[in-house]
């Protein structure tokens, strides 16, 4: 029978260096290499420049090809899909990405919890990983979803000319970026009338240009509010940093915007609904 005095020593377990600083390690290490650095001199080089260093066994893989710095991190792969598309619609409107040290994370925050969940859906289906949990903010009073990835993180910190090539993929990329970008967006009046809004005059021209293809007309882009102008929101105010521009769906196109686009956010889609119906009893031959 073992006691406490003639016990091994517990094997302190090795802190995992988070994933952004791997790459970094990783990046730096073939670059000491290609220099001739030895294993033990890169490792000494990291630890001085980074403050950790990765054991010679971890280094001696990434060298030789064997693994990558990405370890049981959930991958991304930047594949155009009806979901990615999505997902990139809605960060050009109310999704934001933030770090944290070495933490990178793709958040949303709204009022509308169906709008959180879809949001969510997509984001799961893109990284491969199960649904995460929304939470109550009660700083802001809106519901939040939140996930953590490096890889998207970077893939979305693009500008949206870069990502074209995802959005405009195929007919199912292009209407699921357009509904991601209204449900963030778009506004639906009680007289069924919908606009879009956002601060870059660029991007809504483009996304005039996505609606054409089906064949849904726009006005605008025009001035809707200038910068400097006091705005308040859910009982907070705050002053507008920069010009927001504002497009029309036009009445005639309304139809064709519900079923080609719609929305998640249900009390947006029953306003538009209402207003279809309206335009259908009034004029059968739409």
Known sequence: MRTEDDSEPRTRRRKTIPLALRIELYDRAFVLRKKGLSYSRICETLGAEYGVRPSKGQLSYWLRGIHGPFGSANRFLAEPTPELAYVIGVKLGDGSLNRKGYNRRIRLQSIDLDFVLE????????????????????????????????????????????????????????????????????????????????????????????????????????????????????????????????????????????????????????????????????????
Request: glycine share 6%; charged share 25%; with cysteine.
């Open 119 to 286: 949001f969510d859906r997509c984001l799961s289906k893109v990284l491969r990983t199960r649904s995460h949990a929304p939470w109550f903010d009660t700083k802001t009073r809106m519901i939040a979803i939140e996930a953590s990835s490096v890889l998207l993180h970077g893939f979305l910190n693009q500008t949206w000319e870069h990502l074209k090539p995802w959005i405009s993929h195929c007919n199912t990329c292009i209407s699921m970026f357009l509904r991601g970008f209204f449900d963030s967006e778009g506004c639906v009046d009680k007289g069924g009338h919908l606009t879009c809004s956002n601060s870059d005059f660029a991007l809504l021209r483009f996304v005039q240009h996505l609606l054409s293809f089906f064949k849904i007309e726009t006005t605008g882009p025009r001035l809707h509010t200038r910068a400097g102008t006091k705005i308040s929101n859910r009982g907070r105010a705050y002053i507008r940093r920069s010009d927001v521009y504002l497009i029309y769906i036009r009445i005639r196109s309304l139809v064709g915007f519900n079923l080609s686009v719609g929305f998640t956010i249900q009390r947006k889609q029953l306003r538009l609904r209402r207003k279809v119906r309206e335009l259908m009893a009034n004029h059968p031959s739409r």
